[in-house]
């Protein structure tokens, strides 16, 4: 599973939801450390330096 | 509205794919051809998976040196894509007419030149700041401004109400910088600030969860710490009311009123 896949699959589902910990665990070290320890910026910044999705081309903000 | 094509703006709200609307997403799906300019890389890939035309206006907002000639390039490529007399659907990060130049004036231009127009709403920043800091906008009045815009003016608004300042972390700066020194616009928004709030008073950097679970950042400081804040470019600040305002009791005799 890729992680623009985790991220759909992890919009579907609720907060208490037990498949939240099993997406979580089957990402790369730098994505699931972002996501516990809930920094959004970090994992913004690997999402837009890292090629992790086919199609990437750059954002502003 | 006899010109064929059409303009929809569209808000892709803040949290990847869950802030989309049923109807926002419709239409990314089914327009002939999507423009967006969204700040977060996994929305930007489901929006180009979702439509095959979608075009990034990134390379637009990047190419002008100042913001405001990067808007009023996107507003003319926008109107000149509809005059191909395509369903154009533009798709915004969070509401799309909020601190949002180019698609509201794309719109009203579109209008009139007799096109279908629509802006469809989306979840912006302060709809999550009034969830995740349990905020009624209905209980005291609440005023919004842009930061730069409300230093500049000097804008007149009631401390009793709730106020929200965006763009705090880009005070003053126009254009496209990626590291922004914001110390000097803060300190001074301070100096005005304080003419209304004490400096202990606490105020709030809040910035919306742009990912699905991940919780939103709420970090409350005093007034005064407010030139050593970090802000980064999607922080508002909240602040509080300061104390509650006094009913004017002949209103209330007038509207028969007996809610002391």
């Known amino acids: 599973m890729?992680?623009?896949?985790?991220?759909?699959q992890l919009a579907s589902v609720v907060h208490h939801h037990?498949?939240?910990?099993?997406?979580?665990?089957?990402?790369?070290?730098?994505?699931?450390?972002?996501f516990l320890s809930n920094n959004g910026n970090a994992m913004k910044k690997q999402l837009s330096t890292v090629n992790y999705f086919?199609?990437?081309?750059?954002?502003?903000e | 509205m006899n010109k064929k094509g059409s303009l929809v703006l569209v808000g892709s709200g803040i949290?990847?794919?869950?802030?989309?609307?049923?109807?926002?997403?419709?239409y990314i799906e089914q327009s002939e051809k999507v423009l967006y300019l969204v700040n977060e890389p996994a929305m930007q890939e489901w929006i180009q998976k979702t439509n095959k035309s979608?075009?990034?206006?990134?390379?637009?907002?990047?190419?002008?040196?100042?913001?405001?000639?990067?808007?009023?390039?996107?507003t003319e490529y926008i109107l000149d894509t509809l005059r191909q007399e395509l369903h154009v659907c533009v798709v915004l990060y969070g509401h799309p007419t909020i601190v949002a130049i180019p698609?509201?004036?794309?719109?009203?231009?579109?209008?009139?030149?007799?096109?279908?127009?629509?802006?469809?709403p989306g979840i912006s920043a302060v709809d999550c700041l009034f969830a995740d800091l349990m905020i009624d906008p209905g209980s005291c009045g609440c005023q919004s401004f842009e930061a730069t815009d409300f230093l500049i003016y000097q804008r007149k608004f009631d401390p009793s109400s709730h106020l929200i300042l965006w763009q705090i972390g880009s005070i003053g700066i126009l254009d496209h910088r990626?590291?922004?020194?914001?110390?000097?616009g803060a300190a001074i928004l301070l100096d005005y600030l304080t003419q209304f709030y004490r400096l202990e008073h606490d105020v709030i950097l809040f910035e919306a969860a742009q990912y699905p679970h991940l919780e939103s950042k709420i970090e409350t400081f005093p007034l005064k710490d407010l030139p050593q804040t970090q802000f980064s470019t999607i922080s508002t600040l909240y602040i509080p009311p300061i104390y509650k305002a006094?009913?004017?009791?002949?209103?209330?005799?007038?509207?028969?009123l007996d809610i002391s």
């Open chain 1, 2 to 8: 890729d992680t623009f896949q985790f991220l759909e």
């Open chain 1, 18 to 34: 037990p498949k939240i910990d099993q997406l979580v665990g089957q990402q790369s070290a730098e994505i699931r450390n972002a």
């Open chain 1, 54 to 60: 086919a199609d990437m081309v750059g954002v502003s």
């Open chain 2, 15 to 26: 949290k990847f794919v869950s802030h989309l609307t049923t109807e926002a997403k419709n």
């Open chain 2, 54 to 74: 979608a075009e990034s206006l990134d390379p637009i907002y990047t190419s002008y040196n100042l913001r405001l000639d990067s808007y009023r390039a996107i």
């Open chain 2, 103 to 120: 698609g509201l004036e794309a719109v009203k231009r579109a209008k009139l030149e007799g096109f279908y127009t629509k802006i469809l």
């Open chain 2, 178 to 184: 990626k590291v922004i020194d914001n110390s000097k």
């Open chain 2, 246 to 256: 006094n009913q004017d009791k002949h209103i209330l005799k007038q509207l028969n």
